[in-house]
C-alpha cells in the first residue's frame, strides 16, 4: 500500500463536507484532468512527475510517485484512467473511507427497515 508523504494532509473529508458527494467526484475529475497525459488520456507516470506540483505533491519522491502508480494501477496497464485515479484518493484517504463505510451501513440499514 503506498504511504502518504509526510507533507501530505488528508483534505477529501474537508472537501467532501464542504462540496457534498456531486461536488468532491467533480473536484477530483479536474484533479484528474490537471494530472494526466493530454495525449494518451490517462496518467502517466511522467505526466504525475510533471503536474504533481499542481495538486501540491512536489514534495513526494520518486518512490512515492511510483508507489501511488502501482497502488493505483487497478488493471494493470501501467497508467491510471480516471475510475483508477478516483478509487486512489478515496483509499488515501482513511478518514473519508471510513465515513463512507458508515454512510453505506446506513443506508443499507435503513433499506433493510423498508423490505
Not at 504533481?52 to 512536489?58: D, I, K, M, V, Y
Not at 493505483?72 to 478509487?87: I, K, P, R, S, T
Request: proline share 2%.
Amino acid at each position: 500500500m503506498a504511504r502518504k508523504s509526510a507533507a501530505f494532509h488528508d483534505l477529501l473529508p474537508v472537501m467532501a463536507e464542504q462540496l457534498g458527494g456531486e461536488g468532491l467526484i467533480n473536484e477530483l475529475c479536474n484533479g484528474f484532468q490537471l494530472l494526466m497525459d493530454k495525449e494518451k488520456g490517462v496518467i502517466t507516470l511522467d505526466s504525475l512527475r510533471l503536474n504533481s506540483s499542481l495538486l501540491g505533491l512536489r514534495d513526494m519522491g520518486e518512490a512515492e510517485l511510483l508507489s501511488m502508480m502501482t497502488e493505483g494501477d487497478l488493471d494493470g496497464d501501467g497508467a491510471l484512467n480516471q475510475m483508477e485515479f478516483c478509487v486512489l484518493m478515496f483509499r488515501l484517504s482513511p478518514e473519508l473511507m471510513e465515513h463512507s463505510l458508515s454512510f453505506l451501513q446506513h443506508a443499507f440499514h435503513n433499506q433493510l427497515k423498508t423490505c
